[in-house]
């Protein structure tokens, strides 16, 4: 079982950077794939980003690509996703989440099981 929570969000104007961060709990956080979705107001959630859990491969969202970077560091059991160049349409929840089940799809939510609360991304 692994126990996800968010922090960073905040409020930036265009161009602008933010880093969130995502601390797991459980003492089998590295053998996750982890993943970063967004749900933006009135829309439906989103992958973003995804680690291997070697943080070897990384996966983006091409809405994404260049401007985001999605890290994580096994000694403190933590995720983390460097955003720059910020856009409105960028604005929305932020949800850090485990991967539990093999699809194809790296950044589709039904393969994540376990989930964060959010933290919230407005970028204006």
């Known amino acids: 079982h692994v126990q996800l929570v968010e922090s960073g969000g905040g409020s930036v104007q265009a161009g602008g950077s933010l880093t969130l961060s995502c601390a797991a709990s459980?003492?089998?956080?590295?053998?996750?794939?982890m993943g970063w979705f967004r749900q933006p107001p009135g829309k439906e959630r989103e992958g973003v980003a995804a680690?291997?859990?070697?943080?070897?491969?990384?996966y983006y969202a091409d809405s994404v690509k260049g401007r985001f970077t999605i890290s994580r560091s096994h000694a403190d059991n933590t995720i983390y996703l460097r955003m720059d160049s910020l856009k409105p349409e960028d604005t929305g929840m932020y949800y850090c989440?485990?991967?539990?089940?093999?699809?194809?799809?790296?950044?589709?939510?039904?393969?994540?099981?376990?989930w964060g609360q959010g933290t919230q991304v407005t970028v204006s």
């Open positions: 680690i291997s859990p070697s943080g070897a491969s990384t």
């Open positions: 989440a485990a991967r539990v089940r093999i699809t194809s799809d790296y950044l589709s939510s039904e393969s994540y099981g376990y």
């Open positions: 459980g003492r089998t956080f590295s053998i996750y794939h």
